[in-house]
Nanobody, 124 residues
Framework: VQLQASGGGLVQAGGYLRLSCAVS????????MGWFRQAPGKEREFVGA????????NYADSVRGRFTISRDNVKKTVYLQMDSLKPEDTAVYYC??????????????????WGQGTLVTVSS
């Protein structure tokens, strides 16, 4: 499975960005997809996840109500819409995939497939 994240950049506080994660190499429609982030000097943390059909979503408390995960299984792409961005959202954002239907796992070590990361910088 190959994951390619894109869409990061520099944005002012209060602004928005949409990240994309293109999936190849395995059937996308059966995967649980997740987004994680890692700020400088900090551990990688869970942002959100979406089940294979796109109906169920799970968010970290820090982003709930501001970030939205969606997916297009025809285009084999998962999105992270980030609104009302804050300086503390600055991090490298990673997409991840799993095929065991474990929708609730938030531990990075439990996710087997990862993209390369895209940098999001939010200025104050």
């Amino acid at each position: 499975v190959q994951l390619q994240a894109s869409g990061g950049g520099l944005v002012q506080a209060g602004g928005y960005l949409r990240l994309s994660c293109a999936v190849s190499g395995r059937t996308t429609s059966t995967s649980v997809m997740g987004w994680f982030r890692q700020a400088p000097g900090k551990e990688r943390e869970f942002v959100g996840a979406i089940n294979s059909s796109g109906v169920r979503k799970n968010y970290a408390d820090s982003v709930r109500g501001r970030f939205t995960i969606s997916r297009d299984n025809v285009k084999k792409t998962v999105y992270l819409q980030m609104d009302s961005l804050k300086p503390e959202d600055t991090a490298v954002y990673y997409c991840a995939a799993r095929y065991d239907n474990n929708f609730y796992s938030r531990a990075p070590r439990e996710w087997p497939y990862w993209g390369q990361g895209t940098l999001v910088t939010v200025s104050s």
